[in-house]
């Protein structure tokens, strides 16, 4: 299971935008899916985004419009800009993938990192 890190958080208010970077260790990375997630308290770990190899895109209803998902493979790294946050997108936020053809559920996946906080808050 490849190593990500998770960075960019932070506490923004309603209407803010946060840009989150996820770093894999994998030299396969540009071959993976990759999929951002986040777990609210008391929450399960859900699917925000996902990105294929070769860039085929998904996002959760909830965050439609808002969120944009991207990578550069040279750089080993995924990224998810976030606009117009709401309160409930509080969550930690992760990242994981591997060479699956989509990104799946969080249960299909171990190794995770440690997240990376967002509150989104007046």
């Known amino acids: 299971q490849a190593a990500f890190v998770e960075s960019g958080g932070g506490l923004v208010q309603p209407g803010g935008s946060l840009r989150l970077s996820c770093i894999g260790s994998?030299?396969?990375?540009?071959?993976?899916?990759m999929g951002w997630y986040r777990q609210a308290p008391g929450k399960q770990r859900e699917l925000v985004a996902g990105?294929?190899?070769?860039?085929?895109?998904n996002y959760a209803d909830s965050v439609k419009g808002r969120f944009t998902i991207s990578r550069d493979n040279a750089k080993n790294t995924v990224f998810l800009q976030m606009n117009n946050l709401k309160p409930e997108d509080t969550a930690v936020y992760y990242c994981?993938?591997?060479?699956?053809?989509?990104?799946?559920?969080?249960?299909?996946?171990?190794?995770w990192g440690q997240g990376t906080q967002v509150t989104v808050s007046p």
């Open positions: 994981n993938g591997d060479s699956r053809p989509t990104a799946e559920e969080a249960t299909e996946y171990g190794g």
């Open positions: 994998s030299s396969l990375f540009s071959f993976f899916s």
């Open positions: 990105i294929t190899d070769r860039l085929r895109i």
